[in-house]
């Protein structure tokens, strides 16, 4: 079988272009978590309702950058079985722990938590909330 080397150079440009935009979004979400955690952290502390609306906006943002991470991780790890599946076959023992940790982890603890994060501030006492906005900013 003859390698066609145009569809390796088009599967390299496809999954470049892919993560180039999944690392813009990436060390923004993960900044903005941590920005956010202590800014409700200060508003929890002094009770100045200031701090509680500049949580809100920088959580607006950090949620259209945390959604579009999520939708361009989940098409990078597609295109680890689509395009680069011998790759994959051949590093699967040293890279699939990582990414299965970092997949069930991340992901179980940011979508339980990221709900209370945004729809919690008048469900839930403060604590909880500055609880799970913390463990949103862990999970990033």
């Known amino acids: 079988m003859e390698i066609d080397y145009a569809l390796i150079d088009w599967s390299r440009l496809q999954f470049?272009?892919?993560?180039?935009?999944?690392?813009?979004?990436v060390p923004l979400t993960l900044g903005l978590a941590f920005i956010i955690a202590i800014m409700e952290s200060i508003y929890v502390r002094t009770g100045n309702p200031e701090w509680k609306s500049i949580t809100?906006?920088?959580?607006?943002?950090?949620?259209?950058?945390?959604?579009?991470?999520?939708?361009?991780?989940?098409?990078?790890?597609?295109?680890?079985?689509?395009?680069?599946?011998?790759?994959?076959?051949?590093?699967?023992?040293?890279?699939?722990?990582?990414?299965?940790?970092?997949?069930?982890?991340a992901f179980f603890l940011e979508s339980t938590f990221i709900a209370v994060m945004f729809f919690g501030w008048n469900k839930v006492g403060k604590k909880f909330h500055l609880v799970s906005t913390w463990l949103v900013a862990f999970g990033a």
């Not at 809100?56 to 991470?69: D, V």
């Not at 590093?91 to 997949?103: N, Q, R």
């Open 16 to 25: 470049a272009v892919t993560a180039l935009y999944h690392w813009i979004f």
């Open 56 to 105: 809100k906006f920088w959580m607006t943002l950090f949620g259209i950058n945390f959604a579009i991470g999520v939708a361009t991780g989940i098409i990078l790890e597609f295109q680890f079985g689509t395009n680069w599946s011998n790759y994959s076959w051949f590093v699967g023992d040293i890279f699939g722990a990582p990414l299965a940790i970092e997949g069930i982890m």
